[in-house]
Antibody, heavy 123, light 110 residues
Framework: EVLLLDSGGGLVQPGGSLTLSCAAS????????MAWMRQAPGRGLEWLSS????????YYADSVKGRFSISRDNSRDTVYLQMNSLSAEDTATYYC????????????????WGQGTPVTVSS | QSALTQPASVSASPGQSITISCTGT?????????VSWYQQHPGKAPKFIIY???NRPSGVSDRFSGSTSGNTATLTISGLQAEDEADYYC??????????FGGGTKVTVL
């Protein structure tokens, strides 16, 4: 069974930084594209960032580009999200997830998802 | 890139069928056959239930089905059960390795 364990969330002041971690198990981690999503309280899901299998290629939503940085350590089966210049609008539960691909390497969706780690930006 | 449009809520009695629409544009839903759907119960992580607009991952009930026409994707839940009460989100590839989600639809079983 593939499991993703998100961690690192907490209370941070506006303008501050935080790094989230996601530890994966039950899969050949280095063979999968990983992604971070978030969900603000009472709101919908938002894709934030994806990272290629090797970590060479990264992609970001406009809302976080230049402030957030995704990375991975394939020796530790872990993906990270470094978040800088945080504001109240970044308050959300953050989820790590894995891209599901078909035999032609077309992304079909995201599965599974971590349990989520809450981030609150407040003074 | 804007979020996809879903109705805020849908309700029906047990045993009935419901449909949830997901409207995008010719740059996302209408351009790529890459719409997926997710079910999310309160306080839980989303669950992947439909991919490429019409296909179910292994283990997902066949009461869930999907379709796509033009810029709109639709999720249908047949034989509604109490356990289907949840939020449902559509997601589409938006090009340049970006993904868009709908605002979510709350399904209530009366």
């Amino acid at each position: 069974e593939v499991l993703l364990l998100d961690s690192g969330g907490g209370l941070v002041q506006p303008g501050g930084s935080l790094t989230l971690s996601c530890a994966a198990s039950g899969l050949t981690f280095r063979s999968h594209v990983m992604a971070w999503m978030r969900q603000a309280p009472g709101r919908g899901l938002e894709w934030l960032s994806s990272i290629s299998e090797s970590g060479e290629n990264t992609y970001y939503a406009d809302s976080v580009k230049g402030r957030f940085s995704i990375s991975r350590d394939n020796s530790r089966d872990t993906v990270y999200l470094q978040m800088n210049s945080l504001s109240a609008e970044d308050t959300a539960t953050y989820y790590c997830t894995k891209e599901v691909k078909d035999t032609f390497q077309v992304t079909l969706g995201f599965d599974p998802w971590g349990q989520g780690t809450p981030v609150t930006v407040s003074s | 890139q804007s979020a996809l449009t879903q109705p805020a809520s849908v309700s029906a009695s047990p045993g009935q069928s419901i449909t949830i629409s997901c409207t995008g544009t010719s740059s996302d839903v209408g351009n790529y056959n890459l719409v997926s759907w997710y079910q999310q119960h309160p306080g839980k992580a989303p669950k992947f239930i439909i991919y490429q607009g019409t296909n179910r991952p292994s283990g997902v009930s066949d009461r869930f089905s999907g379709s796509t026409s033009g810029n709109t994707a639709t999720l249908t839940i047949s034989g509604l059960q109490a356990e289907d009460e949840a939020d449902y989100y559509c997601c589409s590839y938006g090009g340049t390795r970006h993904w868009l989600f709908g605002g979510g639809t709350k399904v209530t079983v009366l």
